[in-house]
């Protein structure tokens, strides 16, 4: 595989549960970001690695926890969602110093 | 308060024809812009960037203009072909890093045949 994979690609689930989102980069970036996209606002960063550190969390809701355990896997565990924390949820990666994303496909949530 | 501005939530043109998509800024600290396409059901692709030591990047069918003093961005696609129809983002950075990246809420373009 090449790029940036996420997975699940279309998650749904209730406000009860607890699910995770996965992501996996093939490029040997060594930074990786969780985008949201909702509609009609613009993509919003809500948490960055570093070389495998967090560097930056946008006042994202403890519900939303992020986890990174190597320079290629990044996480996004979900527990007790509200129904407008459905949307599209986007992973990428870069080399730290550079400007350009690499995207994945991302994973459409939809909490009940 | 949104720093990366695209007041055109949709554009409608010719095929053939030129394709402008406008975007800006309200911090000064941003110097590194880009643009990213984006398909439905795919995630965002990068396209093109552009520094602020530049006012104009070319890449094929893509030309980027800069203009630092009006903060504004636009993107040109020349001759517009039925495949560019996708929503377009523009981002921007201070200092070049991927960290620092703030989006518009894009642009839909739609080519008409």
């Known amino acids: 595989e090449t790029g940036v994979t996420q997975t699940p690609r279309h998650l749904v689930m209730g406000m009860t549960n607890k699910k995770s989102l996965k992501c996996e980069q093939h490029?040997?970036?060594?930074?990786m970001y969780w985008y949201k996209q909702s509609a009609k606002k613009p993509l919003e960063l809500m948490f960055v690695?570093?070389?495998?550190?967090?560097?930056e969390n946008n006042s994202v809701p403890s519900r939303f926890s992020p986890e990174c355990p190597n320079s290629s896997h990044l996480f996004l565990h979900l527990h007790t969602l509200q129904p407008e924390d459905s949307a599209l949820y986007l992973c990428?990666?870069?080399?730290?110093?550079?400007?350009?994303?690499?995207f994945g496909e991302g994973s459409r949530l939809t909490v009940l | 308060d949104q720093q990366v501005k695209q007041n055109s939530p949709s554009l409608s043109v010719q095929e053939g024809r030129i394709s402008i998509l406008n975007c800006d800024y309200t911090?000064?600290?941003?110097?590194?812009f880009l643009w990213y396409k984006k398909y439905p059901a795919e995630g965002p692709t990068f396209l093109i960037s552009?520094?602020?030591?530049?006012d104009k990047n070319e890449d094929g069918r893509f030309t980027v203009f800069l203009n630092k003093s009006a903060k504004h961005l636009s993107l040109h696609i020349v001759p517009s072909q039925p495949g560019d129809s996708a929503v377009y983002f523009c981002a921007a950075s201070p200092g070049g890093g991927a960290d620092g990246l703030t989006f518009g809420k894009g642009t839909h373009l739609i080519i008409q045949p």
């Open positions: 911090n000064s600290m941003f110097d590194y």
């Open positions: 690695y570093s070389l495998e550190e967090r560097v």
């Open positions: 490029l040997g970036h060594n930074a």
């Open positions: 552009i520094s602020s030591i530049k």
């Open positions: 990428a990666s870069s080399q730290i110093t550079v400007g350009e994303l690499f």
